[in-house]
């Protein structure tokens, strides 16, 4: 099992920028394909970003252009860039390690945008 601690979370005004990070255990980081996800209050938890272990990334329709995902391998950390934020975006935001077919999650890191 990969250990995620995600940090970077906090309360921001309505076209501010916030930037989460994962931190995962292991060796093994450059193999994990790594992703970020978020759950609203009441709502399901919702895709947001993908980075794959060759550096290819994929972003949600709702973030893309204002969302950017990378990450350091030489740190074993991943990174969420978030701009231009929108009340909408406030959630818990989680990431997850997927790794020869098993998903690690993170405990969340809550991000609150105020209008």
């Known amino acids: 099992q990969v250990q995620l601690v995600e940090s970077g979370g906090g309360l921001v005004q309505a076209g501010g920028s916030l930037r989460l990070s994962c931190a995962a255990s292991?060796?093994?980081?450059?193999?994990?394909?790594m992703n970020w996800f978020r759950q609203a209050p009441g709502k399901e938890r919702d895709f947001v970003a993908k980075?794959?272990?060759?550096?290819?990334?994929y972003v949600a329709d709702s973030v893309r252009g204002r969302f950017t995902i990378s990450r350091d391998n030489t740190k074993n950390t991943v990174y969420l860039q978030m701009n231009s934020l929108k009340p909408e975006d406030t959630a818990v935001y989680y990431c997850?390690?997927?790794?020869?077919?098993?998903?690690?999650w993170g405990q969340g890191t809550q991000v609150t945008v105020s209008s």
């Open positions: 980075i794959n272990r060759y550096g290819s990334t």
């Open positions: 292991g060796r093994s980081f450059s193999s994990y394909h």
């Open positions: 997850a390690a997927d790794q020869e077919g098993r998903r690690s």
